[in-house]
């Protein structure tokens, strides 16, 4: 299945109708597990991934390692891979333009993109995020691959007050707006988790809405009813399996 393909399967599977699932994986082990247990696609998280190799979160873990993890995982599955990029590792359009290119050498088809400064304070102002997101489009053309670009937001993650969320809707949406205007695929929200913010959101926004579910919470099949086509495990994944490694290690020694 050629690079493009992928791509385009993982776009057709957001849809509020059967809301895509990804139980976020960090290594080419657990994409193995996750696809061999019925995954229809595959996603990294970057917590994960940095905690796996003694990271912490936040582009610590060095992007030719990244690259590398990145394409082990490619050639783990013959499923769309997508890959959690942080803020691109760069500021730069033109550098991004690069690493976007040695990222889509790897084979991976899909990323997420968020709008926080990684390393500073709060948030890109949303013009200069856009021009980011431009950027990467650019590369992807260039490389003649339908990249799935999540465009993520962190307004409702860097606000920890979950009474205060709502404010945050119109916000949310006028960034979304402009980021599908710039060349974003889809819209990650990760922080919300108030249903009717959440629906809200999912009507104003003609992207595919993607909402992180880390454990309980509204089934699938509640969530795309309000809208959401794209549902995220994630560090929830590796946590528990680091917890469960722990327990069974205290139970031995």
Not at 196 to 207: E, G, H, N, R, T
Request: with cysteine.
């Amino acid at each position: 299945m050629t690079q493009s393909v992928k791509a385009n399967r993982f776009a057709a599977l957001h849809s509020s109708a059967d809301p895509l699932v990804l139980y976020n994986i960090w290594d080419a082990g657990s994409t193995k597990a996750i696809a061999d247990a019925g995954a229809s696609a595959i996603a990294t998280g970057s917590w994960s991934v940095a905690a796996a190799q003694g990271y912490s979160d936040g582009e610590k873990i060095p992007l030719e390692l990244l690259l590398d993890i990145a394409g082990r995982i490619v050639a783990a599955t013959e499923l769309p891979v997508s890959i959690d990029f942080e803020g691109g590792y760069a500021r730069a359009p033109r550098q991004l333009e690069e690493n976007i290119a040695r990222l889509l050498e790897t084979g991976a088809i899909g990323i997420n993109f968020e709008d926080q400064v990684v390393g500073g304070d709060g948030l890109y102002e949303t013009q200069e995020q856009c021009d980011r997101i431009t950027a990467i489009r650019k590369a992807a053309d260039e490389a003649q691959v339908p990249l799935f670009l999540n465009a993520r937001t962190d307004l409702f993650l860097k606000e920890k007050e979950a009474s205060r969320h709502a404010a945050l809707a119109d916000q949310a949406i006028e960034r979304a707006d402009r980021y599908a205007a710039a060349g974003a695929s889809g819209f990650f929200v990760p922080g919300l988790s108030d249903p009717d913010v959440i629906a809200s959101i999912c009507k104003a926004v003609s992207l595919p809405v993607n909402i992180m579910r880390p454990g309980s919470g509204p089934s699938r099949a509640d969530l795309g009813a309000l809208g959401v086509s794209r549902i995220s495990a994630g560090p929830a994944p590796y946590r528990t399996m680091i917890a469960d490694l722990t327990t069974r290690f205290g139970a031995l020694s």
